[in-house]
């Protein structure tokens, strides 16, 4: 397969902005190669610069659920275009999507968009310790909310630990509040609460899809729900990634357990940038202007953002069975794909949520951030370059989750596994 024009436009694109991309994880780093260059997407499909077409497995990183190019939400963002940018003043669009939002998540009371998952955690987390009155934090390693400054800290041993910046530039004053447990173990979380009495609330993504798709044993998140009830804390359920996709409405309503506060993304801006958080009224309503905990943003609840969201949780909202349906095809892909590296030899687990995926090459089931780490980072590697020449685009970090669209075809999962089945042998070989 011909990259060459892709190529020279990273090289290009290196001299103008940072390592040629506007986020790390696009560089292709962890393995190796270049990035394509994208000129256009078309339902489960992804063009390149060179003229090469992809299956895409990516899907902007999640937040395409009906695919590129959806007509519905096309058609919603031109007609919003046509009334106007921007106004920074408020419109009926805010409140549809509001209405949309709190019909989906039972612990979502009131709601108030942002333009990013970043902020949305990040404004999550203030609002928790404005509320609560306490400063620490407990975070899992391997779980990713964003690069806010607290947010962003190293993944440690395992066991709980005060956190340190995992950037420069990030001072270890800003990240001392910021208590690392190990995902799963719910003995890591209450040394978190043995070592500090200022804990404000607990962050997790309830099926994390940083660190590979890895999702929380349901009676941990029953202990941590207790564990916050006994110990005055918030639960925050991060759903940036999984709102939308590892379910209809939420992880609270297959996993029993209702957060205090969820911040949501991707999905809910239809590929627009958009944001949220919301939680029960008493909590909200502590946000500025109603409460002293401030928070605001220029382009918050941008109309045309608000329309592209309001169009694709429209869509899903008229079909209630659309999740399991993508689970089906993706059960089929990472089955399919499993026997085709067995047949060679090669172990994988594989898992899914809804219509995100995952797998690993190792044979130990993966349940926290170190089993991730310990799975084969180089056949990782091979597979996704493998793929990409036969034309199928996966995300270029053994670290991230794959996605599912409505435009992905029974016919295009059948044809990964083909293909899979000859890139598993050329590994082999
Ligand atoms: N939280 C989770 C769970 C995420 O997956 C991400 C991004 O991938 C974020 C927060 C940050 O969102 P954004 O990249 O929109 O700032």
């Known amino acids: 397969m011909n990259r060459e024009a892709s190529q020279k436009a990273f090289e290009e694109a290196q001299e103008l902005i940072p390592g040629g991309v506007d986020s790390p994880v696009r560089a292709f780093k962890s393995v190796g190669g270049t990035p394509i260059f994208i000129t256009e997407g078309e339902g489960g499909y992804l063009k390149d610069i060179d003229g090469n077409k992809y299956v895409d497995y990516v899907q902007s990183w999640g937040p395409l659920l009906f695919g590129h190019r959806d007509e519905t939400i096309e058609a919603a963002v031109i007609d919003a275009v046509k009334h106007g940018l921007s106004f920074g003043a408020p419109t009926l669009a805010e409140s549809e999507l509001a209405k949309l939002v709190i019909d989906f998540f039972d612990s979502v009371e009131k709601v108030r968009f942002v333009s990013s998952g970043t902020e949305a955690v990040m404004s999550a987390i203030r609002l928790a310790r404005g509320f609560i009155g306490r400063d620490d934090i407990v975070k899992f390693t391997g779980c990713y909310h964003g690069h806010s400054d607290a947010l962003l800290v190293e993944a440690g041993s395992g066991a709980a630990t005060f956190g340190n910046p995992s950037s420069p530039g990030v001072p270890a004053d800003f990240t001392k509040h910021t208590l690392l447990a190990e995902y799963n173990n719910i003995e890591s979380v209450k040394k978190c609460f043995a070592d ?157 949520r809804g219509s995100m995926f995952g797998f690993f090459f190792s044979d130990k089931v993966v349940k926290n951030f170190s089993d991730a780490a310990a799975s084969d980072a180089d056949i990782f590697a091979q597979f996704h370059a493998g793929m990409l020449d036969e034309g199928f685009y996966f995300a270029c970090s053994l670290y991230e989750t794959g996605f599912i669209s409505t435009a992905t075809t029974d016919m295009m999962i059948e044809d990964t596994i083909e293909a899979s089945k000859r890139v598993f042998k050329a590994i082999k070989n």
Do not use: W
Not at 221 to 229: A, G, M, N, P, S
Not at 304 to 321: C, D, E, S, Y
């Open 196 to 352: 500090s009495d200022n804990i404000a609330c607990i962050i997790i993504e309830p099926i994390a899809g940083n660190m590979g798709l890895v999702p929380a044993d349901k009676e941990f998140l029953h202990e941590l729900r207790e564990l916050c009830d006994a110990n005055g804390a918030l639960l925050i359920f991060d759903e940036v990634m999984s709102g939308f996709r590892g379910s209809l409405r939420g992880a609270e309503s297959i996993t029993g357990v209702t957060p205090d506060l969820v911040t949501l993304g991707k999905v809910i801006g239809g590929g627009m940038p958009v944001g949220a958080f919301g939680g029960r009224r008493e909590i909200m309503d502590k946000l500025s202007p109603e409460g002293p905990v401030y928070q605001a943003g220029t382009l918050s609840g941008n109309p045309v953002a608000m329309a592209a969201g309001h169009a694709a949780l429209t869509k899903l909202k008229q079909n209630g069975r659309l999740i399991d349906v993508l689970n089906s095809r993706a059960v089929r892909l990472v089955e399919g794909m499993q026997d085709a590296a067995r047949e060679e030899g090669i172990a994988m687990q594989v898992d899914t």
